[in-house]
């Protein structure tokens, strides 16, 4: 079946960094893909629609300058979390769209910022 | 804005039990409600629900749609330890083209044995 790669799977970082988390479909293309955030005992809250060329749509109440979404190749979705901060810690998850339009997630990644 | 509610939150059953979870909706514009199991970080596709009335089984697993009421369930027989797990249930976003789920909070199944 279709596999959804996600990397890191975890990471800490310092307050003020900025931490890119990588998410690759291996062996479709994705011209859609999606992040999700998702808070302990919490649900998956979409952030982000990621397209294939265009620039990303954003959710309401989701800061683009703050999560930056580059979806350059078919393949390929990276959101980068800039300047973090202890709030921005989480865990974050994507999926992508197969060509038969079904949906694939990551395994997450979960970031922790101190 | 649409909107997905699970019930219940958690639930603590033994093994060999039978559970049903619950799934409800709102949504501008329905085209279809999935189930997803989450053990540990990504969720794994249960099932797509398109019609009413349609039991979608897989297993020991089972799903139906009610789209007049609004609500879909979510059967689990004679469940084991295995099937501990958060179950989320999430419906397409209103928007045309590629939108994304929207998820409820999930309902947070522990199995005893």
């Known amino acids: 079946g279709a596999v959804v790669s996600q990397h890191p799977s975890w990471v800490i970082c310092k307050s003020g960094t900025s931490v890119k988390i990588e998410c690759r479909s291996l062996?479709?293309?994705?011209?859609?893909m999606f992040w999700y955030r998702q808070f302990p005992k919490q649900s998956l809250m979409l952030m982000a629609t990621?397209?294939?060329?265009?620039?990303?749509?954003?959710e309401q109440g989701v800061e683009k300058d703050k999560f930056l979404i580059n979806h350059a190749s078919l393949t390929l979705s990276t959101l980068t979390v800039t300047s973090a901060h202890p709030e921005d810690s989480s865990f974050y998850i994507c999926?992508?769209?197969?060509?038969?339009?079904?949906?694939?997630f990551g395994s997450g990644t979960q970031l922790s910022v101190l | 804005e649409d909107k997905v509610v699970q019930s219940p939150l958690s639930l603590v059953v033994h093994e060999g039990d039978t559970v049903t979870l619950n799934c409800s909706y709102e949504v501008t514009n329905f085209r279809s409600l999935l189930w997803y199991k989450q053990e540990k970080k990504a969720p794994t596709f249960l099932f797509m629900l398109t019609s009413s009335g349609i039991e979608k089984k897989s297993g020991r697993l089972s799903s139906i749609l009610d789209k007049k009421e609004l609500f879909s369930i979510l059967n689990i027989t004679a469940t084991q330890t295995g099937d501990s797990a958060v179950y989320l249930c999430a419906v397409p976003s209103s928007g045309g083209g590629a939108d994304g789920l929207t998820f409820g909070k999930g309902t947070h199944l522990i199995i005893q044995p």
């Open positions: 990621s397209n294939e060329g265009s620039k990303a749509t954003y």
């Open positions: 999926s992508a769209r197969s060509e038969g339009g079904k949906l694939f």
């Open positions: 062996d479709f293309q994705a011209t859609t």
